[in-house]
């Protein structure tokens, strides 16, 4: 499995970005994609993720309510939509894919997209 993000840059406090995650290979045997973040210094966290068949969507409480996770099967695209941005969601965002679980070990990763939020 091949992943590639898209959609990353700058956006002032309060603004939105949309990053797409497209997904190439045995895509057939994804069972959730992921999206992570890591910001300097700190450690890789977990943002959300959306499982394949059902479209079930999975939030950590800091995005709750601000960030949505889509996906589009015919084009094997994820989507992060990212509104209300804070400074504090500054990082380096990673989509990934698993064959488990969405809250268990992903398999592949895409090469990272970097978001930065600042007046």
């Known amino acids: 499995v091949q992943l590639v993000e898209s959609g990353g840059g700058l956006v002032q406090p309060g603004g939105s970005l949309r990053l797409s995650c497209a997904a190439s290979?045995?895509?057939?045997?994804?069972?959730?994609m992921g999206w992570f973040r890591q910001a300097p210094g700190k450690e890789r966290e977990f943002v959300g993720s959306?499982?394949?068949?059902?479209?079930?969507?999975y939030y950590a409480d800091s995005v709750k309510g601000r960030f949505t996770i889509a996906r589009d099967n015919a084009k094997n695209t994820v989507y992060l939509q990212m509104n209300s941005l804070k400074p504090e969601d500054t990082a380096v965002y990673y989509c990934?894919?698993?064959?488990?679980?969405?809250?268990?070990?992903?398999?592949?990763w895409g090469q990272g997209t970097q978001v930065t939020v600042s007046s």
């Open positions: 290979g045995s895509i057939f045997s994804i069972n959730a």
């Open positions: 959306i499982t394949r068949i059902s479209g079930r969507t």
């Open positions: 990934a894919s698993t064959r488990g679980t969405w809250y268990g070990k992903y398999d592949y």
